[in-house]
């Protein structure tokens, strides 16, 4: 079983919205880590895009991310959702779906070496 599966990625013209959904395997202990969200585009690095702590109480965004992307966890169903509203095309990317272990509570890493889990990710185009 993969440990962290992606889903919800798609073609939608510019404005529109998608919820990108992130599954984690049983065998990870959800309330154990922080979840975050990056994303790549070709060429370019693999960048954050928005996390959530352990203890669910902080998210942070990206400057592009912020007043458009909500980022919730859902414990009982091992599940993170990432809500992306008006989209654009520079939101054009494979994101991926991420969990860093042995934080403090209220720790949302930025830097993608501190996370243990990743998924395969899902492709979002965002077309003009």
């Known amino acids: 079983q993969a440990p962290l599966v992606e889903s919800g990625g798609a073609l939608v013209q510019a404005g529109a919205s998608l919820r990108l959904s992130c599954v984690a395997a049983?065998?990870?202990?959800?309330?154990?880590?922080?979840w975050s969200w990056f994303r790549q585009a070709p060429g370019n690095e693999r960048e954050f895009v928005a996390g959530?702590?352990?203890?669910?109480?902080?998210?942070i965004f990206s400057a592009s991310a912020r007043g458009r992307f909500t980022i919730a966890t859902d414990a009982a169903k091992n599940m993170v959702l990432l809500q992306m509203n008006t989209l654009k095309p520079e939101d054009t990317a494979h994101y991926f779906c991420?969990?860093?272990?042995?934080?403090?509570?209220?720790?949302?890493?930025?830097?993608?070496?501190?996370?243990?889990?990743w998924g395969q990710g899902t492709q979002v185009t965002v077309s003009s």
């Open positions: 049983s065998k990870i202990t959800f309330k154990y880590y922080a």
């Open positions: 959530v702590s352990r203890s669910g109480e902080t998210t």
């Open positions: 991420a969990a860093a272990y042995n934080l403090r509570s209220e720790a949302v890493p930025s830097d993608p070496d501190l996370y243990y889990y």
